[in-house]
């Protein structure tokens, strides 16, 4: 069946340093969905990219979708403490764009 | 405005009996979907409203869990007979089920089931 994937599952990186996400899907997306989940807290949407080859910015996050569709990454530049927690992507089921189909999440810990 | 209200905030049962919980969606969305989150693992689909059209349950883990929403707005999710497996966050999300591409998910803060 349809799937997306993340990798990686967990990211331990030093402060300052930069991060990316891997989110690859089993079929052709029409668009991606990124969320991020605070500890103890719930899905927060992010952004969606809809584009062939769209990249979009948020301050130190940079979303890419795949030209193909298929993939997207999230970076994060100079990371710091407020950006820990789990980064999901999602897709919209095939047929369905109302429901998603979600990666398992990216884990991020920042050491100060 | 309001976002996404979930009750209770905590609930902690024993095992066996059964629970309810509630989810109040934004104004105006059409769409509701419930989901299952264990400790530190990702988003499991239980089930999805849309509008007056038949709920797709295809995402509940067995016949314990029920769920139904009244008049197209508040959500009431059922789990009989309630097994220490059933621990986890119920999360509650709704968006605008609109046919287009905007349809971003708006999270209830979640119900953390214990059971004992």
């Known amino acids: 069946g349809q799937q997306v994937m993340q990798i990686p599952q967990y990211q331990h990186v030093q402060e300052g340093e930069d991060f990316t996400t891997y989110c690859n899907s089993s079929t052709t997306l029409s668009n991606i969905q990124w969320y991020k989940q605070r500890p103890g807290g719930h899905p927060v949407f992010l952004i969606q990219?809809?584009?062939s080859g769209e990249v979009k910015k948020q301050k130190r996050l940079t979303f890419q979708f795949g030209e193909a569709k298929k993939n997207s990454s999230l970076h994060i530049t100079a990371t710091q403490t407020t950006d820990v927690g789990t980064y999901f992507c999602a897709g919209p089921r095939a047929g369905n764009n109302r429901k998603l189909i979600w990666g398992l999440g990216t884990s991020l810990a920042v050491n100060p | 405005g309001a976002g996404v209200s979930q009750s209770p905030s905590n609930k902690v049962t024993e095992k066996g009996k059964d629970v309810e919980l509630r989810c109040d969606p934004i104004s105006g969305h059409t769409a509701l979907y419930w989901y299952r989150q264990s400790l530190g693992q990702g988003l499991e689909f239980l089930i999805y409203?849309?509008?007056?059209?038949?709920?797709?349950k295809s995402g509940l883990p067995s016949d314990r869990f029920s769920a139904e929403r009244t008049g197209g707005s508040v959500s009431t999710l059922t789990i009989q007979r309630t097994q220490q497996e059933d621990s986890a966050v119920y999360l509650c999300?709704?968006?605008?089920?609109?046919?287009?591409?905007?349809?971003?998910?708006?999270f209830g803060p979640g119900t953390r089931l214990t059971v004992l």
């Open positions: 999300a709704s968006s605008l089920g609109t046919s287009g591409f905007y349809n971003e998910q708006f």
């Open positions: 409203f849309q509008g007056n059209s038949a709920p797709d």
């Open positions: 990219l809809v584009k």
